[in-house]
């Protein structure tokens, strides 16, 4: 079902599944876009990379149009005026990072514009792919198989990000609270990070009716008592059920507790766990993926599994030798913003590709678009 590699689905954050166009990069202004003489192109979803990439045939991928300005050596040289792609509205689903490097940008003082044609927010790049297949499973329950050879941390359900399903279960979507609270009850046990003790009640045995059922299970605790600004996402090793203990299989940043007392944590991913819209579970032994949808059905709603962490990649052989002058811009329309100048609509709205520039260890620089728009 899903065609993109492990490497690319893991770390997926809730930000970064969809990128709206938006202004970047821009260091010029976009009021001599699509002049006369000036080449255009056009991408639709609906297109075909096998096309010309006119407006009546358009081209599929955006990346088949920075292909071919590259290769036609259409910024080659000096540039008179600015190449425009024309992105036509609908979802481009974003399997692969979207790379730009030196070689993609304009040159003569002119850009490189890639616009959405149809108007702010047209044009969507999603970092995710639908997940299909659903069949009911058990009352609001719908279990679907995935590929257990690229398996993620996280889903949405159109727009709205999913629950890993959890205990106990959140009492707002804005909210991570309520916890469990890790009991002390041998101060000798302070310093083992992998011991949680629980109070007696708080977990059931009968989520372990066999011998390892909790093995997908994960603890997320904020280690160290009263420490907020981290958690550890530890996997479940085995259970001591007539001890209130669950040792986990890798030990935990800091102790589960301390003479001040024990530390707050959930415990996620069991289908024991699934049992509120928005929540959902991914049982990595087989694949299989549990989901309840928050409208009650998923007849008019799209669940979306992440694909990649990175939507767009601005980079450069050297800090040098960067990517320049390329645009994402929101609108083809101007916008009169003073009596001397124009902005397009991206000036004028929230930018969810951010771009900002790095230098790695290896000396490459790199401006990474990593869409940062809430999805809903
Ligand atoms: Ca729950």
């Known amino acids: 079902m899903f065609g993109t590699s492990r490497r690319r689905l893991v770390g997926v954050t809730a930000g970064s599944v969809l990128a709206l166009i938006a202004t970047t990069a821009a260091t010029n202004s976009l009021a001599d876009t699509g002049g006369p003489g000036c080449q255009e192109f056009f991408v639709s979803p609906a297109g075909d990379d096998q096309a010309s990439g006119t407006e009546r045939d358009p081209w599929q991928t955006i990346e088949r149009a920075r292909d071919h300005i590259r290769e036609e050596g259409l910024n080659h040289g000096r540039m008179l005026c600015d190449i425009t792609v024309n992105l036509r509205a609908g979802d481009y689903v974003v399997e692969e990072t979207i790379e730009f490097g030196a070689a993609d940008s304009g040159t003569g003082g002119h850009s490189i514009v890639y616009r959405s044609y149809d108007g702010p927010g047209e044009a969507r790049f999603l970092g995710a792919k639908p997940v299909t297949g659903w069949k009911k499973y058990d009352g609001n329950i719908y279990r679907t198989q995935v590929d257990k050879d690229e398996l993620f941390y996280t889903l949405f359900e159109d727009h709205q990000r999913a629950t890993t399903a959890r205990t106990p279960n959140r009492q707002a979507e804005d909210e991570w609270a309520p916890y469990f609270v890790s009991t002390n009850p041998d101060p000798a046990r302070w310093n083992t990070p992998k011991w949680l003790t629980f109070e007696p009640g708080d977990w059931d045995p009968e989520w372990e009716p066999e011998w390892g059922d909790l093995s997908d299970a994960q603890v997320v605790v904020w280690s160290g008592n009263d420490w907020v600004w981290f958690t550890d996402t530890v996997p479940i090793q085995n259970m001591s059920w007539g001890n209130n203990m669950t040792t986990l299989r890798y030990a935990t940043r800091y102790p589960m507790t301390s003479d001040e007392g024990g530390s707050r944590y959930f415990i996620?991913?069991?289908?024991?766990?699934?049992?509120?819209?928005?929540?959902?579970?991914?049982?990595?032994?087989?694949?299989?993926?549990?989901?309840?949808?928050?409208?009650?059905?998923?007849?008019?709603?799209?669940?979306?599994?992440?694909?990649?962490?990175?939507?767009?990649?601005?980079?450069?052989?050297?800090?040098?030798?960067?990517?320049?002058?390329?645009?994402?811009?929101?609108?083809?329309?101007?916008?009169?913003?003073?009596?001397?100048?124009?902005?397009?609509?991206?000036?004028?709205?929230?930018?969810?590709?951010?771009?900002?520039?790095?230098?790695?260890?290896?000396?490459?620089?790199?401006c990474r678009g990593t869409g940062s728009a809430p999805l809903r």
Do not use: I, M
């Open 268 to 366: 996620q991913n069991s289908l024991h766990f699934l049992d509120q819209p928005g929540e959902y579970y991914l049982d990595w032994k087989d694949g299989s993926l549990y989901y309840w949808p928050r409208s009650g059905s998923l007849s008019n709603s799209t669940v979306w599994a992440p694909t990649v962490k990175t939507v767009f990649d601005f980079s450069g052989d050297s800090p040098a030798d960067r990517v320049h002058d390329v645009h994402l811009a929101v609108s083809r329309w101007s916008t009169p913003t003073s009596s001397t100048g124009t902005a397009t609509h991206g000036t004028r709205t929230a930018t969810p590709v951010r771009c900002t520039s790095t230098r790695s260890t290896t000396g490459r620089s790199s």
